[in-house]
């Protein structure tokens, strides 16, 4: 029973039941008349339940007056109930597969609505079937309200990615195990995705092994090509826990000696990614942050081969807000959470990525990814 009950109190501390309510308020604050969010990580932050993206309307309503409620096929209310949204006292409506659940919502909004925010991940026929649900209402994006919420993460969702991270350390300590010459990318990724469930995650959401001049191109599919000795190898890797929060770490790894080049180029990135975990703290703005990093880069000749922002938001979903980019002139504040992965990309030759991820703490920063950041050159 100490299991269940450890499982519920996680649930109570990640999905508290204000925050509901808190939605309407930010609502009504925004000057909308009602918030519509449907499958995904919106609603998941809200109520706790994770819903399945279906053709079948699933859309969970906080109006700016009145009662939210949460409203469901049937035959999903027995799990919408089961889940941390049974717990929070929003009404749950189940509608029947002949009902129209569009003409429901809109019955239960008080009259006049003029002004609703959808979820930014809405299917557009549900956008479009609401617009005409609600004639009169101009439609927005919710994540205007909800990104205010999603940003500022509480101690349990802190605690929650701390625990993503060190499952994926728990990866990244072992890819000596299955990275070496005569293998090719795709084996190789097949194993790590193995070893991300078998760390602590739930699903596997992504591996690239970029190898050689496979590691010049950022986001690089796997492929067949066979791992050579002298490769530096760009090993990226994520996955989500039972608790819905992600992981995302990369390291550079080389299969024996690499070039002489490569190690004067790795040794400017690991200086620039070290910079700016130290730069982490309030006040700093996303877009200082950037230029933390990307100066040493320039500075050392490679500014054309950093082609990416330097980080993206993390929670619920690998990529959310803040991101850590030129032109976001966001003041960081504690509770936020977002990786740091500066990278130097030659075409046709190799390139090299170091990711943590960091929150911002009152007085600084924090890594919640603690593997070694010095380049691991492995047996070839």
């Not at 980019?325 to 990278?343: H, I, R, Y």
Request: aromatic letters at 4%; charged letters at 25%; hydrophobic letters at 40%.
């Amino acid at each position: 029973m100490a299991g269940v009950t450890d499982t519920r109190d996680t649930a109570a501390a990640l999905y508290p039941a204000d925050r509901v309510a808190t939605a309407c308020r930010a609502a009504a604050a925004a000057g909308l008349d009602a918030l519509l969010v449907s499958p995904g990580a919106d609603l998941r932050y809200l109520t706790g339940y994770q819903a399945h993206p279906l053709e079948r309307l699933t859309c969970l309503v906080c109006p700016a007056q009145g009662d939210p409620l949460l409203v469901v096929p049937a035959l999903e209310k027995p799990a919408a109930e089961a889940s941390p949204a049974g717990a929070l006292g929003v009404e749950i409506i189940g509608w029947a597969e002949t009902d129209d659940p569009y003409a429901l919502v809109a019955e239960r909004l008080t009259s006049g609505v003029r002004r609703v925010g959808v979820d930014n991940h809405m299917w557009a026929e549900k956008v479009l079937a609401f617009r005409a649900a609600l004639p009169g209402a101009e439609q927005t994006l919710a994540g205007t309200v909800l990104r205010e919420m999603r940003m500022r993460k509480s101690p349990a969702e802190i605690a929650a990615l701390r625990r993503a991270g060190a499952a994926i350390d728990r990866v990244h300590r072992r890819i000596g195990d299955w990275l070496r010459p005569g293998r090719t990318e795709r084996e190789v990724a097949q194993d790590i995705a193995a070893a991300i469930v078998e760390a602590g995650h739930a699903t596997c959401d992504f591996v690239i092994v970029g190898a050689g001049p496979n590691g010049a191109s950022p986001h690089h599919e796997v492929s067949d090509r066979t791992i050579r000795r002298g490769d530096a190898v760009v090993v990226d890797i994520g996955g989500t826990t039972a608790d819905g929060y992600c992981s995302d770490s990369t390291r550079t790894y080389a299969v024996g000696e690499p070039h002489a080049d490569f190690r004067d180029l790795y040794e400017v990135l690991r200086r620039a990614q070290q910079t700016q975990t130290d730069a982490v703290r309030p006040g700093i703005t996303a877009q200082e942050l950037d230029a933390v990093g990307r100066d040493i880069i320039e500075d050392a000749g490679y500014g054309d081969h950093f082609i990416h922002r330097t980080g993206h938001g993390i929670g619920l979903e690998t990529h959310e807000e803040p991101y850590i980019v030129a032109g976001n002139d966001l003041v960081l504040e504690p509770g936020m959470t977002f990786s740091l992965e500066p990278g130097i990309y030659l075409p046709g030759r190799f390139g090299a990525r170091i990711e943590d991820i960091a929150v911002c703490t009152e007085d600084g920063g924090e890594r919640l990814n603690t593997t070694g950041r010095d380049l691991v050159v492995l047996p070839a």
